[in-house]
């Protein structure tokens, strides 16, 4: 499918200009019509019964579990179904074994989804070593490196900035965690959607991803694991080889992890999101999105009383865009593009406070995020609008 041709599928699209995906991203038909053919069809559970119906449901929600990890090159490793990026790293943090005086490398420029999580294993003896990018929001790798100690026992970094749009060298740093003998998690959340992954390539151990993010189903995510190393979040059914009143053993496969229903349409909705994006091709949404986003960047960055939020923080950048307007606060400059011109973008700190306190920008900023529906039209709207804005201001 040409990348062009999507847009009827998105019918949000018809009047109003939405640019807040990296929020979460609009859906396109074939992705509803796959979950309402499941709910109308074939609805049954998976996994346990033997009647017609659930043979069916079972070897679709298999199917499209194996078309998930497919998506992410993950076919070596196992992939559980999760509400989403933050479930997923909840259950990273709750499934590792750990000991007082283990300690967790992250940075400044996380999500909260990527921090708290670590924060929370200090009332476990855990220390968290937090290192901070340069004032521009840039990380340098070198004090990534410095802060992995002997007790690191693992390392959690974003694949892409959900604020400045800046995407991680991860590949370079699993082989420093490699190096060094600590895991390596990945906060796909942002990098999923938008680039081709491959986790195998990458050579992480724990990669986060949100299939709301990526034209799916709200409700559905993934953490894929190298190794099946966790201690699972949940027990219960579906997920043991045998259970008596003594105790369980749990499903040498995936199944240990996915205890309960799962979400069955979720899954094969956000199975048929990573069919459709595949069909466009990874590549061409990357040049899309790349083309968008300079257009993005410089002509926002022309524009008098706008600042364009950490634009020398690196070169390889997603199409997330983060700004101010001087003498506005964000919300009002956001509130005022939806009013004016039906454009709608996200406003404030977008879950990461400490990095806007880094960046000296307590207030948070005004972003815009794009995808594979976004338009050269729709880019040009939002910049003549914010100028019109910003001379206002002045
Ligand atoms: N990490 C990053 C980088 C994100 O952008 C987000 C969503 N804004 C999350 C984690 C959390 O994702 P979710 O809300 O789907 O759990």
Redesign the pocket.
């Known amino acids: 499918m040409r990348i062009e041709d999507c847009r009827t599928d998105f019918p949000i699209t018809r009047d109003l200009i939405y640019l807040d995906s990296?929020?979460t991203s609009l859906t396109p038909k074939p992705v509803v019509q796959a979950m309402v053919e499941y709910d109308l069809r074939y609805r049954a559970n998976v996994g346990r019964g033997v009647h017609r119906l659930a043979n069916v449901a079972t070897h679709r929600y298999r199917d499209a579990h194996d078309a998930i990890k497919s998506f992410i090159g993950g076919e070596g490793g196992t992939l559980t179904i999760t509400r989403?990026?933050?479930?997923a790293i909840g259950a990273v943090a709750a499934g590792l074994d750990w000991k007082k005086g283990d300690r967790v490398v992250t940075t400044l420029l996380?999500?909260h989804?990527?921090l708290l999580p670590w924060l929370r294993l200090r009332e476990r003896g855990v220390a968290v070593d937090i290192v901070r990018p340069n004032s521009d929001g840039g990380l340098e790798i070198a004090d990534l490196e410095a802060a992995i100690r002997d007790e690191t026992r693992l390392v959690a970094v974003?694949h892409?900035?959900?604020v400045l749009g800046t995407v991680l060298p991860v590949r370079e740093i699993a082989g420093i965690c490699r190096d060094r003998g600590a895991k390596f998690l990945v906060?796909g959340?942002?990098s999923t959607p938008h680039i081709p992954v491959d986790v195998a390539a990458i050579g992480c151990d724990y990669f986060c991803f949100?299939g709301?993010?990526m034209l799916g189903p709200t409700g559905t995510?993934g953490l894929w694991m190298r190794r099946p190393d966790l201690e699972p979040l949940h027990v219960g059914g579906g997920s043991i080889e045998s259970a008596s009143s003594d105790g369980y053993t749990l499903a040498p496969g995936e199944e240990r992890y996915e205890a309960g229903t799962p979400p069955v349409a979720g899954t094969i909705g956000l199975a048929r999101a990573a069919a459709y994006l595949r069909e466009i091709g990874m590549d061409a949404v990357r040049r899309h999105e790349e083309r968008l986003t300079a257009r993005l960047i410089d002509g926002l960055a022309a524009l008098d009383g706008v600042t364009v939020a950490g634009l020398d923080a690196g070169t390889d950048r997603i199409g997330v865009v983060s700004f101010t307007v001087e003498g506005m606060h964000p919300h009002e400059v956001a509130q005022i593009l939806d009013e004016a011109s039906a454009v709608l973008v996200r406003s404030g700190h977008?879950?990461c406070q400490p990095l806007m306190e880094h960046l000296g920008l307590p207030d948070g900023t005004v972003r815009a995020s794009t995808y594979i529906y976004t338009t050269t039209e729709e880019i040009d709207t939002l910049i003549a609008t914010v100028e019109e804005i910003s001379r206002r201001a002045i």
Request: hydrophobic share 15%.
């Open positions: 990296a929020a989403n990026t933050t479930e996380e999500h989804s990527n974003t892409a900035s959900n906060d959340a942002q949100s709301h993010k995510g977008h879950c």
